[in-house]
């Protein structure tokens, strides 16, 4: 059957503009919901990070400043601190992988030292993704930097769940769909 065939079949077309709409909303509904999942798993690190930069900045410690919670990145979603001197030397942290702190790569320093702030997908370990922000504070002299994240694994099971129940309503609607597409039409009376 080629194209033309298809277009020419009225009950065909009302099934492809059905199968078309559902895909592009559906889509789009997914893509929102997994990007505001996403989006908002950003939202803890960054009230943590400006939080220990304001109180770094009125002459607060490190250590008074980084929560006391030690957070097994292997394991834990609580939302862990380190705070570093512009060097990169840990001078407090709340973050443990494998029994040490774990830093992120030298660039996003640079990029932090350059822009004030960085947030990103950091995966330190195999199956360890977390949300990530890293703000500069202090002076060049008298300064550092606060990395702070949380653990990804609850926002990608939300979103693992969204995919499932995406993928089965397009399938429902594919499949109510070719029903009635292929149901007998009712016989007219004469």
């Known amino acids: 059957m080629d194209m033309k065939e298809l277009w020419d079949k009225p009950q065909k077309r009302v099934w ?13 509904a997914y893509a929102m919901a997994q990007q505001t ?4 798993a950003d939202d803890l690190p960054l009230a943590t990070a400006q939080t220990i930069k304001h109180e770094l900045d009125d002459k607060a410690a490190p250590t008074d400043v980084v929560p006391n919670v030690k957070t097994d990145l292997n394991s834990d979603s609580t939302v862990f601190a380190i705070v570093t001197d512009n ?3 840990i001078l407090a942290s709340s973050a443990r992988l494998d029994g040490k702190t774990p830093l992120p790569p030298i660039g996003v320093f640079q990029f932090t030292a350059a822009h004030g702030n960085d947030h990103f997908t950091w995966q330190p370990a195999t199956n360890v993704r977390l949300a990530t922000q890293v703000l500069s504070y202090g ?3 008298n300064g550092g930097f606060i990395i702070t994240g949380q653990s990804l694994k609850q926002a990608e099971k939300r979103i693992d769940t969204y995919t499932v129940l995406a993928a089965a309503a397009w399938i429902a609607i594919v499949g109510w769909g070719f029903l009635i597409l292929m149901a007998p039409s009712p016989k007219k009376k004469k």
Do not use: D, E, K
Not at 19 to 28: D, E, H, K, P, Q
Not at 37 to 40: D, G, K, L, S
């Open 37 to 40: 999942t996403r989006q908002a």
């Open 139 to 141: 002076t060049s002299s």
């Open 16 to 28: 492809l503009a059905i199968v078309g709409s559902s895909t592009l909303i559906l889509a789009a």
């Open 87 to 89: 060097s990169q030397h």
